[in-house]
Each structure stands twice: as C-alpha cells, then as structure tokens.
C-alpha cells in the first residue's frame, strides 16, 4: 500500500512540474507581438498633408529588432526612403502602418514576422520570425514636406 501511495504521489508531482513548465516553454518572447501595433510618439498641431494608399512619401526610420539591436537607419546616412505607400513597394506593416500619418508625425511600429519579412527573415541581419521595431519620421508626401525636404514641382 505505501509503494501505491509513493507511485501516485510522484506521478502527481510529475504532472504538477509539467503544468508549471509547459506555459514557460510554448511561450514566446514577450517582445514578440502577433498584430501591427502603431504608437504615436508626437503629432504636429495642424495636420495639412496627411499620407494615403498611392501617395509617393519620404520616411526616415530606425529598424531594430526586439532586443535592441538596429538592423538599418536612413537617419545616419542623411536620406529617408521613398516610396508609393499601399502597393506593396516595401513590408505589410510600412503599408498598413503609415497610413493617415501627417507630415513631420513621428511614429513607433512595432511589426510582427508575418508582416514584416515571415519566417524566411532578410539574412544575415534579420532572423527568421522576427517582431521588427521601426521609428519612423514622415518627411514628405508627394513632394510636399517641412524644411529642406520640400519640392515645388511648379518651379522645376
């Protein structure tokens, strides 16, 4: 009777440690996000310009994976990225989360892997399922921006 006693008591103390482990061991990291999420880090006053679906823009941005680590910036080589926004020019989570951004917004878009670049990722930099961290600063839409960054195509 008491080896009947010791075998249940260490099966129930096995299933116990299992029930422990089992959420620390499927889970994946907390940085890791499964949606597109959009911060708003600072908005302009009046919003005049504002980018949407077919609108050729000018962005600056910081990409960074979730432990920190910057993976590329167009703030350090002086030129932000253009683009026509919506038509799949660059990843998912660019077309989807800069859209409604006003000239000189500043946003945070924290991008997960199936919106960003899968589970392939973009060797040797970005790892496959990677959640990508962008700050991203809207320079201009269609030519017209704020400061130096502005074009006015009646003059060319």
């Known amino acids: 009777m008491a ?11 096995s299933l116990l440690i299992l029930l422990i482990a089992a959420p620390f061991v499927s ?7 499964t949606e597109l999420q959009i ?13 949407h679906k077919g609108d050729r823009i000018k962005v600056h941005y910081r990409g960074k994976l979730t432990d920190g680590t910057v993976f590329d910036s167009s703030f350090e080589r002086g030129d932000p990225i253009e683009f026509e926004l919506g038509t799949g020019q660059v990843i998912k989570g660019w077309d989807q ?3 409604g951004m006003c000239v000189g917004e500043k946003r945070k878009l924290k991008i997960p892997a199936k919106m960003g670049y899968g589970d392939q990722g973009s060797p040797p930099t970005i790892p496959g399922g990677a959640t990508l961290i ?18 006015d195509n009646s003059e060319l």
């Open 27 to 33: 889970a994946k990291k907390s940085s890791d996000v």
């Open 39 to 51: 911060g708003v880090k600072y908005k302009p006053a009046s919003c005049e310009i504002q980018a």
């Open 97 to 99: 989360g800069l859209l």
């Open 3 to 13: 080896n009947y006693s010791l075998s249940s008591a260490m099966k129930a103390c």
């Open 134 to 151: 962008f700050d991203t600063d809207l320079v201009a839409v269609n030519g017209k921006g704020t400061g130096a960054e502005e074009i």
